[in-house]
RNA sequence: GUCCCCGUAGCUCAAUGGACAGAGCGCAGGCCUCCGAAGCCUGAGAUUGAGGUUCGAUUCCUCAUGGGGACACCA
């Protein structure tokens, strides 16, 4: 990767002029603006800052050293290094994506095993916007850590155990009549629609809820994952149950013993607390009742140490706004455990619009967009799109006539289409490919000098870095970004530029170009699970 | 009341403290005898407000203001 190379360039260099320890963490970014080279590093004006000398002087010295290694930096604006790529390096790059194919961008292999648990939602109900949301990030999130190396395992968690399984057996059967309502249950109107659907069922279990609701429960799970997989194209290797993998298998038990004997417990009022303010939560949390029963932060503490003890060194964890609350006390049983790395992304809500007003969604009074229903509407690339182009902490207003309406003016399409057009090329110089008398002694860079072809080989080589990147910060709306500028790229060079011509050699490297914009184009695509049309 | 997130163009969103704040949609114009016009080009159009830190602030801090969310021995 040439960032990388020219970072530690720029670093030695500081480090002989300045010495190691004053050379500061800097930036090194691919500016937009073309006049500003093709990296700008700003390190001249941070050590300028650290030694009170001037930026100007900084950077100038900087540029004079570097003269003497393969890159040639210039002093521009307040003090910024602004560097070319030579055409060693950027040919030699250019055909690494030509070389290793759909693998271009993939990192080699790491011992790091991450784990993204996402979704998760509870199986007493279908899933909601927010769920989906949830769920394009991970999923993409989880194929990035792969092209960056990592070992990675997609997590579903599911709460199938405990009071709200009861409650929803109880909900069934109060809209069956069996019982009475009450304030707390479900209400939604899929409650009724299963409930119809499934008479004898309730009949069968009209004394046991709890039974009841670990039925309901499986079948929702069911089409829980039948609308991830097979409607949304979202990937997990793993479904564990709370009940069957958490407590049967005892580890709520063994995360309890493990705080227990970290002197970490305490009780109160009969029930058992773990000191989470020790490690940065507002209030210490309950982890077994009065009444004896494990609490959901138990369940999850085990769950966090069953996911330690299957040798993960990080674990991300995405969840909704409405788990806000509970990152803190989640966080410090991590590091109670143990687990080395542990993150937890909040994505932000969803507002349901109807033009101009809101609508108040609520998944227990049964009012929300179903995912489902959106994924049904504009299809499945659509919806993948809307959300991963949003950082996960926008708060997103949604409004499903709009989505709708402008579902066929879609981003996604813009991108597709180049993907599209770039194979169609391809197919086109296949067939009329003149017969090459003799490979031509240039270069393909030699060859390739227009101001479009230039910007799309730079734009094509930036992909790894994208990923190492986003690997990093998980910013999956960086990718989307990425895409859509590679396709602008792409548009650009395909209106000013010819790829067949009569110039045998000019067209043999303007197919290399375009051969390079499908496989990049179709990484990044499969990395954001977005699907790869051969014809729109 | 306490805590978290967000206020950027008419709309939906970008921008590790950096150079002229960028896209898409919409709007006004222009471009197909030629590889796919779902495209390209041109134009109008924005940082909620007031202070502060800094050589430099959309970004960090304080206050104000508007919106969303979280604050159980529920999950």
Known sequence: MIRAELRSAIAASAARLFGKEQVPDFSLEAPENPEHGDYAANIALLLAKKLGKNPLE????????????????????????????????????????????????SAPAKSKKIQVEFISANPTGPLTLANGRGGFLGDALANIFLRAGYKTEREYYVNDAGNQIVTLGKSLLAVAGVIPEEEQFYKGEYIKTWAAGHASIIKKFKNNPESLGKAAAEDFLKNIKKVIEKKSGIRFDRYTSEDRDIHKKGFAKKAFELFQKKGLMYEKEGAQWLKTTDFGDDKDRVLMTSEGYPTYFLADAGHYLETKLRKFDAKINIVGPDHYGYVKRIQAAAEIIGLEESEVIVTQAIRLMHGTEEVKMSKRKGEFVEFEELVDEVGHDT?????????????????????????????????????????????????????????????????????????????????????????????????????????????????????????????????????????????????LGVSKPKKM
């Open 58 to 105: 900084v950077a100038d010295a900087l540029a004079a050293d570097l003269k003497n290694s393969q890159w040639a930096a210039s002093v521009a604006g307040p003090g910024f290094l602004n560097f070319k790529i030579s055409p060693m390096f950027l040919e030699k790059e250019f055909k690494e994506i030509l070389k290793r194919k759909e693998k271009y961008g």
């Open 383 to 527: 919806a993948r799109y809307f959300f991963l182009e949003k950082s996960p902490h926008t708060h997103i207003d949604f409004d499903l006539n709009l989505a709708r309406e402008r579902s066929t003016k879609n981003p996604v399409y813009y991108i597709q289409y180049a993907y599209v057009r770039a194979q169609s090329i391809l197919k086109k110089a296949e067939s009329s490919r003149p017969k090459s008398k003799r490979a031509g002694a240039k270069k393909t860079l030699e060859l390739l000098q227009t101001v479009e072809e230039r910007a799309l080989v730079k734009k094509l080589i930036q992909f790894p870095e994208i990923i190492e990147d986003t690997a990093k910060d998980f910013a999956v709306h960086r990718v989307t970004r990425y895409l859509l500028l590679l396709a602008r790229a792409f548009h650009n060079f395909y209106e000013k530029n010819r790829v067949i011509t009569a110039d045998a050699d000019l067209t043999r490297a303007r197919i290399e170009l375009d051969k390079a914009v499908v496989i990049v184009l179709g990484i990044a695509l499969d990395v």
